[in-house]
């Protein structure tokens, strides 16, 4: 029974209008904290407020994107749009019929089979088996499930439960659909045609809510985002002017630890790669980049780095890599064609004309040994932005010309 703070209308511009929604949780140290509760009628639990007074109003054929750290609410804000969580407080109206793919195993039974399975979430959603019989086919062949469809789901992989559960979900011509970290798994090939069909549902006029730690894919495919923080919407906008934004808080919570000065007498800690024991130590003391603020596509682009070793017979060589905010490398270049540094050096890498297109963008610098085996140190410089100025999408801006015969 849907909540009675959860209404339907069919006269509006939105799809979903939420107005102060929260939903605060009640947490007992122990079962019996809850029975003293009833008994004494005095509370014994501390409250958890998951979405703190939240509100957004959703446009009928939009695609909405929701981002923010683990723990940020966003699951639990899913949740309550779908229908699968009751709100706190506050009022929500929805307009049309809700599918979602929500965390592995929600809408699904595992002693099922893949095909029962079908026509168990149809009629969750209130489609007839005969309706769902039609779209069969469809769902199999988009699924790529093969014989698997008729084994019971608990033996599935999550790169098979996704594929089954994105195909149904999809099948059912929602309203509605709301997708949760969906294109993080399953194959390349799989997320592809996942992103495809998403496309397909926003030209078709279709609202989707939108939920990923990938930037790429929220600010490919959505129109409004809002950043959820701490229960709250901490910012709501255009795709980029959000994404920039959360990106660059994100990349400021780490960079403090990058701002250490060297010391000799502590082994920095290298991720799993075995090093031996006794090997002198070279470090990153300064990284700068130039310019640092105010760069824009086509101009040139200076890394420099200041480099200190603890002796000067010990051979090395530096590396740069520029990066994505989301980690995608774009290039890694290192001076391993030319003869390795010895003590203190003061290195500058040198890009003419820069092609990089809008976003942000993360540089780093590594130092390794002479036969590039394991690295001693690396630094990451604060995160450069470059604005948008044309409508072109991707990454580079790569030299080129039209030729019409």
């Known amino acids: 029974m ?3 703070a959860v209404s339907n209308r069919y006269d509006s511009m939105h799809a979903i209008e939420a107005e102060n929604i929260s939903k605060i949780y009640k947490l007992y140290d122990s079962p019996s904290a809850r029975l003293r509760e009833f008994v004494f009628k005095k509370a014994f639990h501390t409250k958890f407020i998951a979405i703190d007074n939240v509100s957004f109003r959703i446009k009928k054929g939009e695609t909405f994107g929701v981002i923010g750290e683990n723990g940020a609410g966003k699951s639990t804000l899913l949740k309550i749009l779908s229908g699968t969580l009751s709100l706190t407080s506050g009022h929500l109206k929805i307009d049309g019929r809700i599918s979602s793919l929500l965390e592995l195993g929600s809408g699904f039974h595992p002693e099922f089979t893949g095909m029962e ?7 969750l959603l209130g489609i007839d088996k005969q309706t769902m019989q039609k779209k069969v086919d469809s769902i199999i062949k988009f699924s790529e499930l093969g014989e698997f469809i008729n084994y019971p789901i608990k033996t599935y992989s999550s790169g098979m439960f996704v594929r089954l559960a994105f195909s149904v979900a999809t099948a059912v011509d929602p309203d509605i659909l709301i997708v949760d970290e969906v294109l993080a798994v399953g194959d390349l090939h799989f997320q592809k045609k ?8 926003k030209e078709k006029g279709k609202t989707i809510i939108f939920c990923s730690h990938t930037m790429f894919h929220i600010a490919r495919l959505c129109d409004k985002v809002i950043w959820l ?3 709250k919407i901490h910012e709501e906008g255009k795709p980029l002017d959000v994404i920039q934004s959360y990106e660059t808080y994100q990349l400021g919570k780490s960079s403090k630890a990058l701002d250490t000065e060297p010391n000799f007498e502590a082994k920095p800690n290298h991720d799993n790669i075995s090093q031996p024991s006794e090997i002198p130590v070279v470090f990153i003391k300064k990284l700068q980049v130039y310019p640092s603020t105010d760069i824009k596509t086509g101009d040139d682009l200076c890394v420099k780095i200041h480099t200190i070793s ?3 017979k010990v051979p090395y060589r530096v590396a740069v890599v520029i990066k994505t905010a989301d980690g995608t ?4 270049i290192g001076t391993n064609k030319i003869n390795p540094f010895y003590g203190n050096m003061s290195i500058t890498l040198f890009f003419p004309n820069i092609r990089l297109r809008a976003g942000v963008f993360l540089i780093e610098a590594l130092v390794f040994d002479e036969e590039v085996v394991y690295w001693y140190d690396r630094k990451e410089a604060p995160p450069i932005t470059i604005p948008r100025a044309s409508i072109e999408v991707g ?5 080129h010309k039209w030729i019409i015969d």
């Open 329 to 332: 490398v774009i290039t890694g």
């Open 117 to 123: 399975n079908i026509f168990f979430y149809g009629s």
């Open 310 to 312: 603890s002796s000067d």
């Open 194 to 201: 996942s992103t495809d069909k998403i496309l397909s549902f």
């Open 229 to 231: 923080k701490n229960g």
């Open 395 to 399: 990454i580079l801006d790569l030299p």
């Open 2 to 4: 849907r909540n009675p």
